[in-house]
C-alpha cells in the first residue's frame, strides 16, 4: 500500500481517522527494526484502525559533537519500507515545522533517571528526546504509541513521561530485532567497516554471556570478560558503559537483587558510537 504522506501539523490533523490510531516516531533510515514496530502497531490496531509513522530527525537531542549532519536522510526509501509493513500515514516535518521560531525555550526535563548512562555521556540528550515526543505525541494524538526496546533507556523515560505527565496514550515496547550473528539492527549501523562491524559483535556476545548468568556479581564479571576481549582487538572496542540496572529508574542493581534488570552496554568503534541491551530476572526463571 502506499501511505499517505504529509509535511504539516495541518495537514495530518485534517486527514480522517476511524478506530484507533497507532504511532511508530523514527528518525527515518528505516531498518527491519522499524519495520517490526510498524507491523506490530498494524497488528494492534487492526485493519480498521490507523497507523502512523512519524520521519523527523531531531536536532535537540544530538549534542554539538554528534553526527546530525551526517544522520542518514532516506525519505523516499523510508515512505516505501512504512508503506509495505502496513502504515497509513507518514508525518514527515521539517524542522521549522516542529520548532516554530527556532529551538523551544521550554523543554520537558529528563529528571534524574536522564542524567544516568546515556544521559551522563550525553547531556541534554534526553531533555531533547522526550521534548520531541511529547511533541509528537501531542500532534499525532494517538491511542498507543510503539517504541523498540534497543533504546531501554529512552523507553523507561517515555513511559515515565506518559504516566507522570498523564498523556492519554499506551506505551508499547517491542523486542530488539537482531541480525544473524546477534548484532543489533540500528541506523547508524552504515557508518561501521567491516572490520569494526566484526569487533562490534562483542557487544551482544557480551549481553548473552552475561545473560546466561546466575548472579548480578556473575553477569557483570562474565559480560565484562568479553569486552576486555574487544578492547585488544583492531580495530578496538572503546567501551562508555556496561551496566546491570533497575529497569524502573536505571540504577545500578545490588547483588542480592530480585526482579527483572536491564543489562546495558555502550560503546564507540571509530566515531560510531553503539548501544545495546538484554533484559533478565533474578530470582525467578531466567
Aim: hydrophobic share 45%; net charge negative; charged share 25%.
Amino acid at each position: 500500500m502506499t501511505p499517505t504522506v504529509v509535511h504539516t501539523a495541518a495537514d495530518l490533523a485534517a486527514l480522517p481517522r476511524a478506530g484507533a490510531r497507532a504511532v511508530v516516531m523514527t528518525m527515518g533510515a528505516l531498518h527491519e527494526g522499524h519495520a517490526t514496530l510498524v507491523r506490530a502497531a498494524r497488528d494492534r490496531v487492526g485493519p480498521d484502525g490507523q497507523v502512523v509513522v512519524t520521519v523527523f530527525v531531531n536536532p535537540l537531542q544530538f549534542g554539538p559533537n554528534e553526527d546530525l549532519d551526517r544522520y542518514p536522510r532516506t525519505l523516499d526509501t523510508d515512505i516505501a519500507v512504512a508503506g509495505k509493513e502496513g502504515a497509513d500515514v507518514v508525518f514527515a516535518p521539517d524542522a521549522d515545522e516542529v520548532y516554530p521560531g527556532g529551538e523551544p525555550e521550554v523543554r520537558i526535563s529528563a529528571g534524574p533517571m536522564g542524567e544516568r548512562l546515556e544521559g551522563a555521556y550525553r547531556p541534554g540528550h534526553f531533555d531533547g528526546v522526550l521534548t520531541v515526543v511529547a511533541k509528537l505525541l501531542h500532534l499525532t494524538a494517538p491511542d498507543i504509541a510503539f517504541y523498540g526496546n534497543k533504546d531501554a533507556q529512552q523507553l523507561a523515560l517515555i513511559t515515565r513521561m506518559a504516566r507522570d505527565l498523564n498523556f492519554p496514550v499506551e506505551i508499547a515496547g517491542v523486542p530488539t530485532v537482531r541480525e544473524d550473528d546477534g548484532f543489533a539492527l540500528s541506523s547508524r549501523n552504515c557508518y561501521l567497516s567491516a572490520e569494526e562491524r566484526m569487533t562490534g559483535l562483542a557487544l551482544s556476545r557480551a549481553l548473552f554471556a552475561g545473560r546466561d548468568q546466575e548472579t548480578p556479581a556473575a553477569v557483570r564479571a562474565a559480560a565484562q570478560a568479553v569486552l576486555d576481549e574487544a578492547a585488544k582487538a583492531s580495530p578496538p572496542l572503546a567501551l562508555d558503559y556496561l551496566a546491570l540496572v533497575d529497569p524502573s529508574d536505571f540504577t545500578e542493581i545490588a547483588d542480592d537483587y530480585a526482579g527483572e534488570a536491564v543489562l546495558a552496554v555502550a560503546a564507540k568503534l571509530g566515531t560510531t558510537r553503539l548501544i545495546d541491551n538484554v533484559r533478565l530476572t533474578f530470582g525467578g526463571p531466567r
